[in-house]
């Protein structure tokens, strides 16, 4: 049976460093250095732009490195919730191609358009919608893998969308012998470092080694892993994008597309508030209290609008509490500008029975900051987080941490 290629992977290109340049009109062209903190030499390079990837700096260089190799380049400073902004933004636009849009990392996700190709011709056309969108939105370039399923898009996006100039490429598991099996087995997409050094200690170097290798024995070392990776090597992969996904471990969050454009500040705090009522139930329902309460709100065109977050005092799963920090993220952040779509989140979650035990307990602030931080790399993956912590003064580690957190839903 021939499965059709329906998964998008988008890979925001240079994220952060593509972001400051949208923000910043003089900054286009430049070397561009996202650094944690320049006046420090150890600082780390988050994100370089194009131009200053040219002439060879590489993210997580120091920023003594990579002054040395682009004395003209400028650094600017990280601005986490700015890009977490653009980010949700980046999701929204997702999904107006489909429902199934799973956040993967801060600047990739998945879409799987399936059902919804005759729309947009076929998953190729797709991919270039909404590449459009988020460049006309945004102002940031992505490129897009289109494979059957992640794991060939995945690879399909990192070797040849990110070389190519459309910035798309299709991968069909028909592909995989030309495309996939001549890879070193490091660029393989789900094998981490130790994974590698155990592939290559049994003298499999490329992909294609792996594939060729009996899977009676690769189980026998691996267990189940063991048959998963043989099936990777030939590009199968049975894992669906999941959209709630993360929503359901990590965060409740509802959003609603209104009819029309809502005018006055109370209609849509009463919206808000229905919102905030939907999104407690589920919370206790799931038996889970959050602390970071999120809003956002968007014009019809998605483009303008705001994605805030404030912290409850202790974690919550009750209307009032949410409520007011809801419409004290309304209150100051609203323009006066016609609403289409509003969203509330409750982030942060935690376990509801272990509240109270935990009121009792003093933990000390690196304690709750390393908790926080596995949290989120439980969700998110582990680079977004060494990439904030890494360069974040440990004082707003843990708050940032949360912010990034609650934008995951
Ligand atoms: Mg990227």
């Known amino acids: 049976m021939k499965v059709e290629p329906t998964v998008l992977l988008a890979d925001m290109n240079s994220f952060y460093a593509s972001v400051e340049m949208a923000h910043n009109p003089t900054l286009r062209g430049q070397p561009v250095l996202v650094c944690g903190d320049p006046e420090r030499r150890h600082g ?6 194009r131009e200053a990837k040219r002439r060879g700096v590489k993210t997580a260089m120091t920023v003594g490195e990579a002054r040395a190799i682009c004395p ?13 902004e653009v980010s949700w933004q980046i999701q929204q636009i997702a999904r107006t191609l489909s429902p199934l849009v799973e956040p993967y990392s801060v600047d990739e996700l998945f879409i799987d358009v399936r059902g919804a ?62 495309k996939l099996h001549p890879l070193p087995i490091g660029k393989m997409f789900m094998v981490g470092s130790r994974m590698e050094r155990h592939f290559r ?36 992969d049975g ?6 996904s993360l929503e359901q471990t990590k965060s409740v969050g509802h959003s609603v597309t209104l009819p029309r454009d809502y005018h006055h500040s109370d209609d849509i705090e009463l919206v ?26 968007r014009a019809y065109d998605l483009t303008r609008g705001f994605y805030r977050q404030t912290t409850l005092p202790s974690p919550s799963n009750l209307s ?17 500008r016609p609403v289409r779509t509003v969203t509330v989140d409750l982030s942060g979650l935690e376990e509801d029975g272990t509240l109270q ?33 890494s360069l974040l003064p440990a004082g707003q580690a843990r708050d940032r941490a949360v912010k990034i957190g609650g934008h995951y839903r």
């Not at 894992?239 to 709630?244: A, C, E, G, I, Q």
């Not at 931080?373 to 582990?382: L, P, S």
């Open 72 to 84: 003209d380049a400028v650094c600017v400073r990280p601005r986490m919730s700015l890009y977490l």
């Open 201 to 236: 200690n049994m003298g499999l170097l490329t992909i294609g080694d792996l594939a060729h290798y009996p899977v009676d024995y690769l189980m026998r070392r691996f267990g189940l892993r063991g048959a998963v990776y043989h099936n990777l090597a030939w590009g199968r």
């Open 272 to 297: 808000l508030l229905e919102l905030t009522d939907e999104v407690c139930r589920r919370a206790r329902k799931l038996g889970k209290a959050g602390r970071t309460v999120s809003v956002g709100l």
């Open 117 to 178: 190709e005759h729309i947009w011709g076929d998953a190729v056309e797709a991919a270039g919608i909404f590449r459009q969108r988020v460049w006309e939105a945004v102002k940031v370039p992505c490129s897009v893998g289109v494979g059957p399923n992640k794991f060939l898009s995945k690879m399909a996006c990192d070797v040849e969308a990110k070389k190519s100039p459309s910035g798309v490429a299709l991968w069909r598991v028909d592909d995989v012998e030309a």
């Open 44 to 49: 780390i390079i988050l994100a370089a732009s």
């Open 320 to 336: 009032g509490p949410v409520f007011e920090k809801a419409q004290l993220l309304f209150r100051r952040h609203w323009d006066g």
């Open 357 to 389: 035990q935990e009121l009792f307990r003093d933990m000390d602030r690196q304690d709750r900051v390393s908790r926080t931080m596995d949290r989120i790399r439980d969700a998110m993956g582990t680079t977004a987080i060494v990439r904030a912590s």
């Open 239 to 244: 894992s669906p994008v999941r959209p709630d």
